[in-house]
């Protein structure tokens, strides 16, 4: 007998409820329904505001990493759903994939791979509408993939005119990476100054930094790994773009 089809949630009400500073959760991986969360502390990274400390930047700009932008969205979001170690359970249930796939396909929802000889091995997924960004999960399986991940996010933002990043709920990882607390009421008076169209969707950013980075072409090898003449990687550009906001 197979499981019945999760029910997606209306990508409408999705949308409606971000707008108010609400989004939902479930208690385990196989719980058919959700619950909305509006919490009265909520983690913001600000935009420009991504601490990012020179061993990171380095890999960032070694481009360890091939770096790429809806390539696999819901492969993103189940990696972040397995189970880990700390984690044998998941708040992203199955009903929720498939509401958040709903949700990318209708050019609301995006995620950053990170990958190592054409394998997953990090990544970072969120929701998108003005000039919001909520982020909802990150893995990683390598070293610093997911580290990498949500800076190129948050460098793709600053770059698209982004004005506010959520992270929802403070943890030491996210404080050691920018993320400060704020009440709920400042976080909604952020939200309702974000209203407005972005300059860029975050995956026009990402089509903007590979151009820029072909169209230099007069890089003198500290942008590419192996140190020869040549364009600038996008990774030197991502790097770049931090350094220049933080």
């Known amino acids: 007998m197979h ?28 719980d058919q329904e959700v619950f909305w969360v509006e919490p009265r502390e909520r983690a913001i990274i600000p935009i420009g505001g991504f601490r990012c400390s020179r061993s990171l930047a380095r890999t960032i700009r070694q481009d360890r990493f091939t770096v790429t932008c809806d390539r696999d969205f819901e492969g993103v979001v189940r990696a972040c759903a397995a189970p880990r170690p700390d984690h044998p359970e998941s708040w992203i249930s199955q009903r929720i994939i498939a509401s958040y796939r709903q949700l990318h396909a209708a050019g609301h929802a ?7 000889e054409g394998e997953l091995v990090g990544g970072v997924y969120g929701v998108a509408f003005d000039k919001v960004f909520c982020g909802e999960s990150m893995f990683s399986r390598r070293r610093d993939a997911s580290k990498v991940a949500l800076a190129w996010l948050m460098a793709l933002l600053w770059r698209a005119g982004c004005e506010l990043f959520d992270c929802q709920f403070m943890t030491s990882h996210l404080a050691s990476l920018g993320a400060v607390e704020i009440s709920q009421k400042d976080y909604l008076a952020l939200l309702a100054k974000a209203r407005g169209q972005q300059r860029l969707t975050l995956p026009q950013a990402y089509a903007s930094v590979l151009a820029e980075a072909d169209g230099l072409g007069t890089g003198a090898g500290e942008g590419r790994p192996d140190g020869a003449a040549g364009a600038l990687s996008p990774g030197y550009l991502i790097a770049q773009s931090l350094t220049q906001t933080s």
């Open 3 to 30: 499981a019945p089809r999760p029910n997606a949630i209306p990508v409408d009400l999705l949308l409606l409820a971000y707008r108010n500073g609400i989004f939902p959760m479930a208690d385990s991986r196989e």
């Open 110 to 116: 995006h995620s950053i791979e990170c990958w190592q």
